[in-house]
């Protein structure tokens, strides 16, 4: 983990979860708001975005005050939550209310997009991320002898 990813917990207080924790991070405790950003650092050797982002969570957690909760997914549980919350691309936030993915925003975007993003996201009236449709296909065997 590099220096400012990790500084997000030591600097920030940000949990670090797993596919062992997560659910229970993703329950609010009384008080505390259910809408959640999942940090799907990804291996910021080789994504020099995710420092990039990781500058930015704690700026969204400032410009949304009381209305989200943070934590970094470890990298040894990404490869484990990706499909749960519909994450194709690292790094990636994902927006939760609760255990359910409203929204991904993967790469680095422009500030106004987050901003417009999550207000949508955030609204009570939010629908939850239906699951990707997958294709279906069918397999059929004849054993060659004219019959099925």
């Given at each position: 983990?590099?220096?400012?990813?990790?500084?997000?917990?030591?600097?920030?207080?940000?949990?670090?979860?797993?596919?062992?924790?997560?659910?229970?991070?993703?329950?609010?405790?009384?008080?505390?708001?259910?809408?959640?950003?999942?940090?799907?650092?990804?291996?910021?050797?080789?994504?020099?975005?995710?420092?990039?982002?990781?500058?930015?969570?704690?700026?969204?957690?400032?410009?949304f005050p009381g209305r989200l909760r943070a934590a970094v997914v470890?990298?040894?549980?990404?490869?484990?939550?990706?499909?749960?919350?519909?994450?194709?691309?690292?790094?990636?936030?994902?927006?939760?209310?609760?255990?359910?993915?409203?929204?991904?925003?993967?790469?680095?975007?422009?500030?106004?997009?987050?901003?417009?993003?999550?207000?949508?996201?955030?609204?009570?009236?939010?629908?939850?991320?239906?699951?990707?449709?997958?294709?279906?296909?069918?397999?059929?065997?004849?054993?060659?002898?004219?019959?099925?």
């Open positions: 983990m590099s220096s400012l990813i990790a500084s997000l917990s030591s600097r920030h207080g940000l949990p670090t979860v797993d596919e062992h924790s997560i659910d229970a991070f993703l329950a609010p405790a009384a008080g505390e708001p259910p809408n959640t950003l999942l940090f799907f650092t990804g291996d910021p050797a080789q994504r020099s975005e995710s420092h990039d982002v990781a500058v930015v969570l704690p700026e969204l957690l400032a410009a470890a990298r040894s549980a990404e490869d484990t939550l990706k499909t749960r919350f519909h994450v194709q691309i690292l790094p990636s936030l994902v927006v939760t209310r609760g255990p359910a993915p409203l929204g991904v925003l993967p790469r680095i975007r422009d500030w106004s997009d987050y901003v417009a993003t999550l207000q949508t996201l955030l609204a009570p009236a939010a629908p939850e991320m239906a699951a990707p449709v997958r294709p279906q296909v069918e397999f059929r065997h004849t054993n060659g002898r004219g019959g099925a």
